[in-house]
C-alpha cells in the first residue's frame, strides 16, 4: 500500500483565495483525521469521518473551512477565502479499527501539506 | 481537552535517559506514542491499553496509568536517532474515536 497520500504538498497563495487540500486514506481504513500543526498549538484536530460520514468538526475553526469525504478513497478540506493565520502543515491520517487490539486506533498520517498565506 | 505533556522540551547527551509525561482531563480508553521527525509527519510508536500495562519499543518504553489517566513514556540510553518531538495521543471515546494529540516534548540529543 501507498499509504496515506495527500496533495499539494506545499502550497503558496495570496490572502482571499480558495485552498483545496486533498488526500486519499489508506485502503480499507474506517476513519480519516484531518489536523493542522502549528508551533504555538501543536496538532490540533479538525474534524473526523467515520465510513465518510463526518463524525465531529467542533474543531475546524470557522465557516471558512469545511471538509468533504465524498467516497472511501477520498477527501478534502477547503478554505474559503484564506487567510495569512491559516498557514500551517494541514495533515490527514487514517485508521482501521482494528479488532485484535479492541478497536484501539492507530493512526497513519500522511506526509502533510504546507500552507502559506501571504 | 488538549492532553498536556511535560517537559516541553528536553536535551540530552547520547546514552543519558529522559521521561516524558502526558497528563488528560477526560477518561482514556488508550494512548499511544507517536514520534515526528523535523519536516516529516509523526510516526506511531507504540500502543497501551486499559490496565495499567507497560510496553517497549527498542529502548523505549511506556506506562499507562488509567486511573490517574496518566501515561510515561521512557527512553533509555538515548541514541542521536531519538531526537524528534514526542506527542502522547488520547482516543476519548464520546460516541466515537474522537482522537487527540497532547501538546509535544522536544527532545534533542547531543552527541
Known amino acids: 500500500d501507498a499509504g496515506v497520500i495527500q496533495s499539494p504538498r506545499h502550497e503558496v497563495t495570496e490572502m482571499g483565495q480558495e485552498v483545496t487540500l486533498r488526500c486519499k486514506p489508506i485502503s480499507g481504513h474506517d476513519y480519516l483525521f484531518w489536523y493542522r500543526q502549528t508551533m504555538m498549538r501543536g496538532l490540533e484536530l479538525l474534524i473526523y469521518?467515520?465510513?465518510?460520514?463526518?463524525?465531529?468538526d467542533s474543531g475546524m475553526p470557522e465557516d471558512r473551512f469545511s471538509a468533504k469525504m465524498p467516497n472511501a478513497s477520498f477527501s478534502t478540506l477547503k478554505i474559503q477565502p484564506s487567510e495569512p493565520r491559516d498557514s500551517a502543515v494541514y495533515f490527514c491520517a487514517s485508521s482501521f479499527r482494528g479488532a485484535g487490539l479492541s478497536g484501539a486506533n492507530v493512526l497513519t498520517f500522511g506526509a502533510g501539506s504546507r500552507l502559506t498565506v501571504l | 481537552q488538549q492532553p498536556v505533556q511535560s517537559p516541553q522540551a528536553v536535551i540530552l547527551r547520547e546514552g543519558e535517559d529522559a521521561v516524558i509525561n502526558c497528563s488528560s482531563s477526560?477518561?482514556?480508553?488508550?494512548v499511544h506514542w507517536y514520534r515526528q521527525k523535523h519536516g516529516e509527519a509523526p510516526v506511531f510508536l507504540m500502543i497501551l491499553l486499559k490496565g495499567g500495562e507497560q510496553k517497549g519499543h527498542e529502548k523505549i518504553s511506556a506506562s499507562f496509568n488509567e486511573k490517574k489517566q496518566q501515561s510515561s513514556l521512557y527512553l533509555t540510553a538515548s541514541q542521536l536517532s531519538y531526537s524528534g518531538t514526542y506527542f502522547c495521543?488520547?482516543?476519548?471515546?464520546?460516541?466515537?474515536?474522537?482522537?487527540?494529540f497532547g501538546t509535544g516534548t522536544r527532545l534533542k540529543v547531543l552527541a
Open positions: 469521518f467515520n465510513n465518510n460520514v463526518p463524525i465531529d
Open positions: 477526560k477518561a482514556l480508553y488508550s
Open positions: 495521543g488520547t482516543d476519548v471515546r464520546a460516541r466515537t474515536y474522537k482522537y487527540l
